[in-house]
Structures are given as C-alpha cells and as structure tokens.
C-alpha cells in the first residue's frame, strides 16, 4: 500500500493510502512511465512462467548441493590424509595439536 496522504490534527495523524498494488500494476497504471518502456514491460511479464521458474530455481539449487557436498568430500579426504600421518598415540597437548 502507497501512502497518499498525511494530515495533522493536532497530535493526531491521519494517513490515507492507496489501494495494494503490484509494482508492475503501478507502473503500467502511472503517467510518467512512456508508452514504450509500459509495452516492453507488457511483453516481458507475458513471457514469465511461475512454473518454469520455479523449476529453474530447483535446478540451481541442485547444483550448489552437488557444488557443496563436492567440496564436503574433498575437505573428508584431507583430513583423513593429515589423520592418517600422525602417529595413532599422538598425544594431543597444547603444545602440538594439528
């Protein structure tokens, strides 16, 4: 909701507001947007697709998950190697610990 207006009585304020609105609502409806920036607006939200979308945003998010477990496994491994090389009695001390 867009505020209009603000009066003042006194202490008291009083606010108007518009109609809720989407932003693409509001500009198609304003005067001071051009009829053609209003019409390459048109055809752009005729083309999206909620539903394309959507599956496009779970196709990414796949990705980063595989990125991340990716990563995951390779850190697992280097910490296995460094494990691996210490002596298994190693006696972990302040003084020399990994």
């Known amino acids: 909701m867009k505020l209009l207006e603000k009066t003042r009585i006194g202490s008291k304020v009083i606010k108007k507001y518009d109609k809720p609105r ?3 609502r509001r500009i198609i ?12 607006l048109r055809k752009t939200y005729e083309e999206l697709n909620p539903l394309s979308l959507k599956r496009q945003m779970d196709k990414f998010t796949q990705e980063l998950w595989k990125a991340y477990e990716k990563k995951m496994k390779e850190r697992e491994k280097k910490i296995q ?9 190693f006696p972990l ?6």
């Not at 494990?83 to 009695?89: F, I, T, Y």
Request: charged share 40%; net charge negative; no cysteine.
């Open 93 to 98: 001390t302040q003084n020399n610990f990994v």
């Open 81 to 89: 190697k460094v494990d691996e090389k210490l002596p298994k009695d």
């Open 29 to 40: 409806a304003s005067d001071a947007v051009s009829e053609e920036v209003k019409e390459k």
């Open 22 to 24: 989407a932003p693409y």
